[in-house]
């Protein structure tokens, strides 16, 4: 599920998707995002498909944090997503933090630097 907010002191959700990417970037949504929340999902896509998503989506949207985890542990199917390719793209980590108990999976919160 991807939820975009532009409220980001109430985290008031303004629009949520369900689907993929593309309706992300082409559905009626504002240009500028305060918060995607990509979190528990994301985990059957491989990562270079999870990194072209996300790079053609920051093209076309601008985003100022991004909320997403990472398995620890990957059980079978499931990857183990490196975001450090999001510094890349103009985006720092901001936080970094575990699932507070199961040790399955980490979140990670990045910043766009300049937004």
Known sequence: MLIAS???PFLRITKRIRGNWRELREQQIPQNIDLLIAV???HG???E???RNFKETLKVKSIKFLFVDSLLKPWQGAYKHDFRFLEETGYRLLKRFNDGGEN???FLIFEKISY
Do not use: V
């Open 6 to 8: 532009q409220n980001l």
């Open 40 to 42: 528990n999902w994301i």
């Open 45 to 47: 896509i491989s990562p």
């Open 49 to 51: 498909e999870l990194i």
């Open 104 to 106: 399955l999976r980490e």
